[in-house]
Structure formats: structure tokens, C-alpha cells
């Protein structure tokens, strides 16, 4: 019952999380105007804008025009009623909970922007530094000083990789915005979780690309977006991150 209005729970944050997805990158507001159809803007009623019901019984087609809905909407809908499903799950109910769901929320919208636009809004990630850092000064976060060193090493090794990169080939491989999303998933987790992300970040994006150079023939200029990465990186430092050091430290270095 408590999973179920979990996901009841996640699938109406999903349903704003898809007006942040598609309005923020346009520069549009997120309050005004109320929710319409993209095709023929019909105004959408709120009994046509129930988290995943709607889209079942419209058959994925706006009531008025037909034109198709993007499968997306229900995706990300389900996919956070899901990850909150998952955030109960490892945490239990506490205050915590709401901390940590602003931060996976936000890891949503920006892995969703940065595959449609290859960009990292910083109207995120920008603000996300200056709440991660003050939930940390009140006690909701990691300690001050791990969450303080989170945005400078997350930052600064980002930064220092993509002015080598641009030093050694004379073009732009990783933009601002993983170097700013790093950051403020080092408010978030400190500096511990800024090198499980990395490391994670790292590897997943290195198998795809990799995956996808050999699919697609060896273009290294088809830009793959670092974002979806870091953002699944930092999930998994969320949830494990400290089983995950412990392991490392017990089986890499014999601790
Ligand atoms: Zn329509």
C-alpha cells in the first residue's frame, strides 16, 4: 500500500517534471500558460491530464486535434513513480525523502534536456549548487565541509578535463553544463559521491560510446550527451554509494 502511494505520489511529480522537460529549454514559464496540446493549442482539462490514465484512455492522441502524444510523457511519469518507489524502498519514510526526491527530480530533467538539446539548463543545476550547499549548513545533507569540497572537486576536475581535451585536439568535447551538473551533485552527496559518479559516470558512458562508435562507424564528433550519465552515476552513489566504497575499499585495497 505504502509502494503503491509511492508511485501514485511519483507519477504526479512525473507529470510536472514533463512541463519542466519541455518548457525550461524553451525559456518558456512553467506556471503560465496552463498545460496545452503542442499540435493544435487546445487548452488540456485536468481530467485529460491524469498521470498515465489519461494517456491510456486517450489512447497516447489529443481529444480534439488526434495528434499523436509523445510516449514520453507517460515514460517519465512511470519512471518517476518508480525511482520514488525506490527511494522508499532504501530510506524509509523521513525527511530525508523530500531532499532526496528534489534531487532526483532534478537528475530526471536534466538526463531528459540533455538527450533531446544537449544542454544542462543552468537554471538547474546553478540553483541546485546553492540548495545542495544550504541543505547541507542546515542538516539535511552531507557535513558542510564534504559538501562544500563536492562542488569544487566536481567542478574542477570536470573543468580541468574539458580545458585539456580543448587544449590537446583545439575543440570543445564536454560543455558548462556537466561541469555545473557535477557541481551541484557534489552539494548534494559531497565529495564522496562526486567520485562514485564519476567513476560510474564515466565507465557507462564509456561502454555506450563505445557500443554506439561500433554500430555507428568510428565518428568520435557524434556528440553523446555526458548528462543521462552523470545523472545515473549520482543515482547509484545516492542509493549505494557507501556500500559501494565499502566494497572498493575492502576488495581493491584489502582494508
Ligand atoms: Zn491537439
Not at 491530464?49 to 481529444?63: D, F, K, T
Not at 527511494?87 to 523521513?94: C, N, T
Not at 566536481?154 to 557535477?182: C, F, N, P, S, W
Amino acid at each position: 500500500m505504502l509502494f503503491i502511494s509511492a508511485f501514485l505520489f511519483g507519477a504526479i511529480i512525473g507529470s510536472f517534471l514533463n512541463v519542466c522537460i519541455w518548457r525550461l529549454p524553451a525559456g518558456e514559464s512553467i506556471a503560465f500558460p496552463p498545460s496545452h496540446c503542442p499540435h493544435c493549442k487546445a487548452r488540456i482539462h485536468s481530467w485529460d491530464n491524469i498521470p498515465l490514465l489519461s494517456y491510456v484512455v486517450l489512447r497516447g492522441r489529443c481529444r480534439v486535434c488526434r495528434a499523436p502524444i509523445s510516449v514520453r510523457y507517460p515514460l517519465v511519469e512511470a519512471l518517476t513513480g518508480a525511482l520514488v518507489v525506490v527511494l522508499v524502498w532504501r530510506f524509509d519514510m523521513s525527511a530525508r525523502l523530500a531532499v532526496d526526491g528534489i534531487f532526483v527530480a532534478a537528475l530526471i530533467v536534466v538526463s531528459v534536456i540533455d538527450l533531446d538539446h544537449q544542454i544542462i539548463p543552468d537554471v538547474i543545476s546553478l540553483p541546485g549548487i546553492v540548495i545542495g550547499l544550504l541543505l547541507a549548513v542546515v542538516g539535511w545533507g552531507p557535513p558542510v565541509q564534504a559538501s562544500l569540497i563536492g562542488v569544487l572537486l566536481g567542478g574542477g576536475t570536470l573543468y580541468a578535463v574539458a580545458a585539456g581535451y580543448q587544449l590537446l585536439t583545439g575543440r570543445e568535447g564536454m560543455g558548462g553544463g556537466d561541469i555545473k551538473l557535477l557541481a551541484m551533485i557534489g552539494a548534494f552527496l559531497g565529495w564522496r559521491g562526486v567520485l562514485v559518479t564519476l567513476v560510474l559516470g564515466s565507465f557507462g558512458g564509456a561502454v555506450i560510446g563505445l557500443g554506439l562508435m561500433a554500430l555507428r562507424g568510428a565518428d568520435s564528433r557524434v556528440p553523446i550527451p555526458f548528462g543521462p550519465f552523470l545523472a545515473l552515476g549520482a543515482l547509484c552513489a545516492l542509493l549505494f554509494g557507501d556500500v559501494l566504497i565499502q566494497w572498493y575499499l575492502h576488495f581493491a585495497l584489502g582494508l
